[in-house]
T-cell receptor, first 110, second 116 residues
């Protein structure tokens, strides 16, 4: 399938380690923030979201942190697995409109 | 539940030719989106439909791009004539009707367009 983001920033982590992927967003009025995972040849897949009035939300093996002061979002993946290898995008939602950031390629090393 | 279907998966054309992409959203999803994803970038919204009406087409290059969703279900996106810079993956997504908060978007696999 097609490759997504050949020239994206890349984060390489050892299998079993924790991964932290960062994102800066642009609109302080954004209502929600979402992290997506995009594997080669596929469309983005929802991972986790967070509302603007929260600063942390946890899912299964993933945690999203929101710092509104500096307009920064991060995705933490615990015990990274080979299946986590993909491109990760953050998106901010402003009045129902999705605005995607530049992605980060996560490579999991065996 | 069947996901968002798109066709074709790949298309190669020469500049100045025309091309059309098709999308079938998840059954019952009133909102349909077309995104352009250039290599190395996040998806950029081209057009958003709610049923068969256009909600947002502010980033659609209307001199060459057009989209329709005549019966509020399937949608087609057309480029005529294509330029080299149109080479990208075209993603279709759908969601339930927006009612406060946001509606989770479900994406299709995309159509990769190469313009030579």
């Amino acid at each position: 399938g097609e490759s997504v983001g050949l020239h994206l920033p890349t984060l390489s982590v050892q299998e079993g380690d924790n991964s932290i992927i960062n994102c800066a967003y642009s609109n302080s009025a954004s209502d929600y923030f979402i992290w997506y995972k995009q594997e080669s040849g596929k469309g983005p897949q929802f991972i986790i979201d967070i509302r603007s009035n929260m600063d942390k939300r946890q899912g299964q093996r993933v945690t999203v942190l929101l710092n509104k002061t500096v307009k920064h979002l991060s995705l933490q993946i615990a015990a990274t697995q080979p299946g986590d290898s993909a491109v990760y995008f953050c998106a901010e939602i402003l009045t129902y409109k999705y605005i995607f950031g530049t992605g980060t390629r996560l490579k999991v090393l065996a | 539940e069947a996901g968002v279907a798109q066709s074709p998966r790949y298309k190669i054309i020469e500049k100045r030719q025309s091309v059309a992409f098709w999308c079938n959203p998840i059954s019952g999803h009133a909102t349909l989106y077309w995104y352009q994803q250039i290599l190395g970038q996040g998806p950029k919204l081209l057009i958003q439909f709610q049923n068969n009406g256009v909600v947002d087409d502010s980033q659609l290059p209307k001199d060459r791009f057009s989209a329709e969703r005549l019966k509020g279900v399937d949608s087609t996106l057309k480029i005529q004539p294509a330029k080299l810079e149109d080479s990208a993956v075209y993603l279709c997504a759908s969601s339930l009707l927006l009612r406060g908060g946001y509606a989770e978007q479900f994406f299709g696999p995309g159509t990769r367009l190469t313009v030579l």
